[in-house]
């Protein structure tokens, strides 16, 4: 547990898993049942927006130079480039102030690159991997979302393996093969975690 600058009790989660691994989902029930304050701290992005999406909610949409310009700044806790798309993707600084100020738990959804930054910061964060029950799986959850080209498919499902293989790094790991039990067990694992 973290005192901020006023002395307030604050904690970093960090939820990561692969592509089609379920992260959205879980994330919108935590936000909204999960027994410890929550505040989803929202990424930037260079990327255009998709259809629905809203800036400063779904993300903050950044021109790659200002990203840059704010990067060099030191304002990013993280950043990567993600599925080498030539798209970046980081976690600013700000937003985990903005939590603090809410009272609640910063709570980040990110990649395993920026949650292994992450990690280095906060060592004591509260680290979830979240498993997809099969890469199968997975590639059926991003064929349904009718987003991705069959290339970024491809590319994502490569990536599938690589984060597989960084989920030891984690303190926690839970199989998101019922979304009822995940969200259970990630309720467990924060109820834990606050005492």
């Known amino acids: 547990m973290v005192a901020d600058t006023q002395g307030l009790p604050f904690r970093v989660v960090v939820l990561s898993g692969p592509s089609g691994s379920g992260k959205t989902t879980i994330v919108e029930r935590l936000i909204r049942e999960s027994p410890i304050k929550l505040v989803k701290c929202i990424s930037a992005t260079t990327r255009p927006k998709r259809i629905g999406e809203i800036d400063g909610d779904s993300y903050y949409f950044l021109p790659t130079e200002t990203f840059a310009a704010r990067k060099a700044a030191g304002e990013f806790l993280e950043t990567a480039e993600v599925f080498g798309a030539g798209y970046w993707y980081g976690t600013l600084k700000s937003e985990l102030h903005r939590a603090q100020v809410a009272g609640g738990w910063a709570f980040l959804e990110i990649d395993v ?30 064929r349904q979302r009718g987003t991705d080209s069959e290339e970024t498919i491809q590319r994502r499902l490569r990536k599938v393996e690589d984060e597989l293989q960084l989920a030891h790094r984690y303190r926690h790991r839970v199989v998101n093969d019922d979304l009822h039990d995940a969200v259970q067990e990630i309720h467990e694992i924060l109820r834990q975690q606050s005492e």
Do not use: H, K, N, W
């Not at 910061?121 to 099969?134: G, H, K, M, Q, R």
């Open 113 to 142: 690159q920026g949650a292994l930054r992450v990690m280095d910061e906060y060592p004591d964060a509260v680290t979830i991997f979240l498993e997809p029950p099969s890469i199968a799986v997975c590639e059926q959850r991003l």
